[in-house]
């Protein structure tokens, strides 16, 4: 599924950082091998998600963890990087998001969470596309889920974490059904209204 605005040659718009607010989504993808592994196996355009956290910095699991560091390093190697906002946020949302992903710096990563978070992305669409199974969702989800790690995030676990409970969650499932693709599924829906293309 396309972004909104793909490109913004496309109609879609660059910002700089200034653009931003507290709490805003931003979904990115590399040309890295991990990357398109990512995006493969989730039939993705991007393979990152973070949370902007304000002051030029972004909250975002990576490898090492749940790390705080300036957009610029988040966003240096992106091919892709573009900015979302939630249509029902407000400053105490915005601020309840941010203080919940600063709580869970120096967390690690959800390594078998991400396992666990690509073959429900497969299950899901086989057992709900292919074969039209009935509870396929569910299906999916406790096939895959249980591999996840409490108290550690993969990047898009830890945007649908933030955002749930605050009040305005990404998606009805589990956080970490959440992939970075879902997140670009949400802004089509609607949902996230489309702020610009910080790298495109």
Known sequence: MPLP?????????SIAVAAL????????TTNATFSRAIRTASASVVSHAMIYAGNGFVIEAIGSGVVKRPLPAAVGDASLAVAYRHRQMTEARANSIVNFAE????????????????????????LCRILEVRNC???AQAANLWMSSAGRFFCSELV????????VP??????DSASPQTIVEVAASGDLQYIGHLVS
């Open 170 to 175: 990404l998606v009805t499932a589990r956080s």
């Open 137 to 139: 969702e569910s299906r």
């Open 103 to 126: 709580q869970q710096i120096s967390r690690g990563y959800d390594v078998t969470g991400i396992i666990g978070q690509a073959g429900y992305q497969l299950d899901r669409w086989f």
């Open 21 to 28: 607010q507290r709490a805003d989504v931003i979904v990115s």
């Open 160 to 167: 649908a974490a933030a955002y749930r409970q605050a009040g």
């Open 5 to 13: 605005a793909l490109s913004p040659p496309v109609g879609g718009r």
